[in-house]
């Protein structure tokens, strides 16, 4: 071995904390990396892109698994990312409208952690849109705007715990079946869903716009396992669940 | 028809509220597969669309493609 170079040592663990953070970032994990031999698995484990297309095959083999993807406004379709491999997913589809047939949309993504879609502040249509996320069951937070849910949506979505609700009206839950299965269930370890602090204001005046009165929900409100908080003064004021910042 | 059936969650009374002819029940314009309402409130409901018979479970096509059952 060729002992030949003074460093910096503080620079030197800097400068690696530096690329290793890049790293990090990239591949969407928050474990330390040994060096050189975690840095260089980690770079070798980012899937090769560069503008090519993805392939069905390479989703479902797991070289997405801990890849966020960001979808644009674009209207999905049923079933349009059901069983795929992703860890999060981000839908900036804007539209208010109620949507029909367009079922199990993300329905068995077994590595799908986050749900976000800030800009849908319609409602997907019980009738034909049912079970939405149903049986992710690593899904733990659920970021939306949407102004209903719609059957199963959530149903076996047994780590779901976090729900973020953005609609400034209170949300419309079509059946109880729509957190079947989650953490929110009678006797489950319960969850936190966060609502603006106009509707939180109401909790409890069994009034229109009060979520503990409000049908289907006030059930949850029943066994207990719901803690409400505001959106205002939490993280998710400024920041959707995906980390990225509301602009 | 409209159809009620009371059940308890911890010691408090509710309505479970659904038509037995396969439509949501609606309220205030607001659409329910099955609305379950403290008894107390006392909501009202009515008919309204037919729902669907039935979704095909895609976890079921996935095992028939992937050689489950036999069709």
């Known amino acids: 071995m060729a002992v030949d170079k003074l460093v910096d040592s503080t620079q030197l663990d800097a400068d690696l904390t530096s690329v290793a953070n890049a790293i990090r970032t990239k591949v969407g994990t928050s474990a330390s990396l040994t060096f050189p031999a975690g840095f260089v698995n980690a770079v070798e484990a980012i899937p090769t892109g560069g503008g090519g297309d993805i392939t069905y095959d390479e989703i479902m083999s797991g070289a997405y698994q801990s890849v966020y993807i960001t979808i644009g406004n674009v209207a999905p379709v049923a079933h349009a990312f059901a069983y795929m491999r992703f860890k999060g997913i981000r839908w900036d589809w804007t539209s208010s409208a109620t949507s029909g047939s367009r079922a199990g949309i993300f329905e068995g993504c077994p590595l799908l952690e986050y749900l976000v879609m800030p800009f849908f502040t319609g409602k997907f249509d019980s009738s034909t849109s049912w079970d939405l996320a149903r049986n992710s069951t690593k899904l733990k937070t659920v970021d939306i705007a949407m102004i209903g849910i719609s059957n199963r949506s959530f149903s076996g979505c047994t780590v779901l715990d976090t729900l973020i609700l953005r609609n400034s009206s209170r949300v419309t839950l079509a059946h109880i079946n729509a957190l079947e299965n989650t953490k929110f269930k009678s006797g489950g370890a319960g969850g936190t869903i966060y609502i603006h602090k106009a509707l939180y204001d109401h909790l409890g005046d069994g009034g229109s716009m009060d979520y503990k009165a409000a049908t289907n929900w006030s059930v949850y409100e029943g066994y207990g396992t719901i803690t409400w908080a505001q959106i205002e003064g939490s993280i998710y004021e400024t920041q959707y669940a995906d980390g990225t910042p509301i602009t | ?71």
């Open chain 2, 1 to 71: 028809m409209i159809v009620h059936e009371h059940f308890d969650v911890n010691g408090r009374d509710f309505v479970r509220t659904y038509s037995d002819s396969g439509r949501f029940v609606v309220r205030e314009g607001v659409e329910y597969s099955e609305a379950c309402d403290p008894a107390e409130f006392g909501r009202q409901y009515t008919e309204g669309d037919l729902m669907p018979e039935g979704d095909t479970d895609p976890s079921e096509i996935l095992g028939i493609l992937l050689g489950g059952d036999e069709i």
